[in-house]
């Protein structure tokens, strides 16, 4: 299972997105994401504030945010066991007799509950009995996804003359409804999958840089675009909405 930080540094690199631009796509400050890329926690505001940038970052990264925080929670907010007594009892000038009870029982508490979730998560994946097939309502546990080269895409586009578009990745509006004048240009939008709807398809569209050929359309359009091209959506389809 790939670290936190890699999953983030490596799909960074493919995308080849600069740490400033992700900062002023995400809000985040440049030095919060280079502390999400190395495991840096202590330098972040706390717990709260790392869930939310790693849902943050994460999508525009195209890895699923809430796997990234669930290994956070996993790692990060689960008491790991012995070694964490002697990282406490160096900070606490030596009171090891005072506190060692009480880390003890946590540490067994700890330990208990995860051998409960483990026999609970094999009970509902073997569905309940012993027919050996698994539940259609069993959850999976849930691993940071290590993005593969190419997932995800970095797309603009380019008004020949004014025209209105919009795009969504998934069910996030990644460009609300925007009036472009000729010649200029839309932000660079990243995802995996990107729906774009058009009021004309007199637009250029690139794609990670380089140009892709769009549908040809007399009036409004809308397209997918993925690492593969642009691919015609319905008439009924529109990012817009």
């Keep these: 299972?790939?670290?936190?930080?890699?999953?983030?540094r490596e799909a960074r690199s493919r995308a080849r997105i600069e740490i400033a631009e992700m900062e002023a796509q995400t809000k985040i400050r440049a030095k919060y994401l280079r502390a999400l890329e190395n495991e840096e926690w202590d330098l972040l505001p706390g717990p709260t504030y790392v869930k939310s940038f790693l849902r943050t970052y994460g999508d525009m990264l195209g890895i699923d945010g809430r796997a990234l925080v669930a290994e956070y929670k996993r790692t990060q907010e689960t008491f790991t066991g012995p070694e964490d007594l002697g990282h406490f009892s160096k900070h606490t000038g030596g009171r090891t007799k005072r506190t060692?009870?009480?880390?003890?029982?946590y540490a067994t508490i700890a330990t208990g509950i995860v051998l409960v979730a483990a026999g609970a998560g094999y009970f509902l994946t073997r569905g309940g009995g012993d027919s050996g097939t698994p539940s259609a309502?069993?959850?999976?546990?849930?691993?940071?996804?290590?993005?593969?080269?190419?997932?995800?895409?970095?797309?603009?586009?380019?008004?020949?003359?004014?025209v209105t578009v919009c795009a969504r990745a998934g069910r996030r509006q990644v460009l609300r409804t925007t009036d472009l004048a000729a010649g200029e240009r839309s932000p660079r939008l990243r995802s995996r999958s990107l729906l774009i709807t058009a009021s004309s398809g007199d637009i250029l569209v690139r794609v990670n840089g380089d140009r892709v050929s769009i549908p040809e359309a007399s009036g409004s359009l809308s397209f997918t675009v993925t690492e593969n091209g642009a691919s015609r959506e319905s008439a009924a389809t529109s990012a817009c909405s």
């Design 1 to 8: 299972m790939a670290e936190i930080g890699a999953a983030l």
């Design 100 to 105: 060692e009870a009480p880390i003890r029982l």
């Design 137 to 162: 309502d069993a959850t999976p546990i849930v691993a940071v996804e290590t993005p593969q080269p190419g997932d995800v895409v970095s797309v603009q586009i380019t008004a020949r003359k004014a």
